[in-house]
């Protein structure tokens, strides 16, 4: 009897020890999802203010008399855009691109 009874203990013992093993995986898990948003969120804003830059510098040299370079300083800017939404969406399709 001693036996069966120090074995349903030990059995006690690994749930307990296996549920704190899953309790601090599941943590460690949404501490990286929180910090992979919140990179993801900083990425965004300094995109968009590196956007608005461009924009600004293609205002300025329209603004001396240059609207053909103004011109082509938008055209890169909104093609590159639309390049980093294209290649997102090949990439979260689970194609890579070639």
Request: hydrophobic share 55%.
């Amino acid at each position: 009897m001693q036996f069966a009874e120090a074995a349903l203990k030990a059995d006690g013992e690994a749930r307990a020890m296996l549920l704190k093993l899953a309790e601090r995986e599941q943590s460690d898990g949404m501490k990286l999802a929180i910090r992979a948003d919140a990179t993801a969120r900083r990425g965004q804003i300094l995109g968009i203010i590196s956007i608005l830059m461009v924009l600004v510098l293609a205002g300025y040299v329209a603004q001396l008399g240059q609207a053909g370079w103004a011109c082509a300083i938008t055209a890169v800017d909104v093609v590159s855009v639309a390049g980093v939404f294209v290649t997102g969406q090949v990439i979260v399709r689970g194609r890579r691109p070639h």
